[in-house]
């Protein structure tokens, strides 16, 4: 069963780092050369220089970008620009956004995951790739942290998560900003031990299937195996990873589709595809005229197999 605990977060000082708007940044894996620049330039105290530090020119063994990051780390630390908080807590987050017109507020929580293979109670749904594995796991090595949060779901179809969740978020928020996508972010460091023990209890029940972060969570895996010799008690830091958990029944949610170009695959048919994808999923086929109509098709295979 899934295990969560709280933690001391190592959070941003906003008398020493500044305005929390310019120093927050989208996931790594989604950020272009440009954006890259832009949020290097936006505040010398950006995210961007842990979760994705450039490479610069005369880099080599003794003087990388996961040692710059590290180096980073260590003296924003040093700085007070980063300061641990002092107790356990459990982060609970919302994000207000618009969606066709429609405002909606999902609701998360922040904490630790204890680490299991996959198949257990933690499901992947893509495969990763080796490089970004790598790159994730020298960011592992070089920093001993967990930079950014590992995006996943659980089903609570009687929404009792949410309303522990909306309980904790009666209070006012510990953070509150408007991002540059124009979504209202909020943060709440939830230090009730009933509501956190309550959390704790609730989520041993639920399945936890991973919506972003695979390579995060695979580095994590890899990281403990590596740290294994190290280990000195049944209970170490590298057995957790830090995990985002948000209800996939939260009306608050919103699932975008996914673009993905295919190319090269000689045994491709589009009507065995359709035929084959609408017993699984409803088909709306949104496009120009085709050679036949697909719709068509997929009904009359529908009628047929009925």
């Known amino acids: 069963m899934p295990t969560i605990r709280p933690f001391r977060g190592l959070r941003y000082n906003p008398d020493v780092a500044g305005d929390i708007s310019k120093i927050v940044a989208p996931p790594y894996d989604i950020i272009y050369n440009e954006w890259l620049e832009n949020l290097y330039n936006r505040s010398p105290y950006n995210i961007i220089r842990l979760i994705k530090t450039r490479e610069e020119p005369g880099d080599n063994n003794t003087s990388d970008k996961y040692k710059r990051a590290a180096n980073y780390l260590e003296s924003w630390i040093r700085d007070g620009v980063l300061k641990m908080d002092e107790e356990p807590v459990i982060y609970l987050r919302t994000d207000t956004y618009e969606v066709n017109g429609e405002k909606k507020t999902r609701y998360g929580f922040i904490a630790l995951l204890k680490i299991e293979e996959f198949g257990n109670n933690i499901h992947p749904h893509e495969r990763t790739l080796s490089a970004p594995r790598i790159d994730r796991l020298n960011l592992v090595k070089a920093t001993s942290a967990n930079l950014s949060q590992i ?9 009792e998560i949410q309303e522990l969740l909306l309980k904790a978020a009666e209070s006012q928020p510990d953070v509150c900003f408007t991002d540059e996508q124009g979504i209202l972010r909020k943060m709440w460091a939830v230090k009730d031990t009933e509501i956190v023990s309550e959390l704790q209890e609730s989520i041993k029940g639920h399945d936890i299937i991973i919506a972003d ?8 895996l890899n990281y403990k195996s590596l740290m294994e010799s190290e280990r000195q008690s049944d209970e170490e830091p590298f057995d957790y990873v830090s995990m985002y958990f948000s209800s996939a029944d939260d009306s608050g949610l919103t699932i975008f589709p996914t673009h993905r170009k295919v190319s090269g695959v000689s045994t491709y048919n589009q009507r065995v595809f359709f035929s084959e994808l609408s017993k699984l999923f409803e088909v709306t086929y949104l496009g120009e005229a085709d050679p036949y109509d697909v719709m068509e098709m997929i009904a009359k295979d529908s009628e047929h197999n009925n």
Do not use: C, K, L, Q
């Not at 995006?151 to 929404?159: A, E, I, K």
């Not at 972060?213 to 994590?220: D, L, M, Q, W």
């Open 151 to 159: 995006f996943s779901v659980f089903r609570d179809p009687r929404n």
């Open 213 to 220: 972060g695979h390579h995060r969570y695979e580095t994590a």
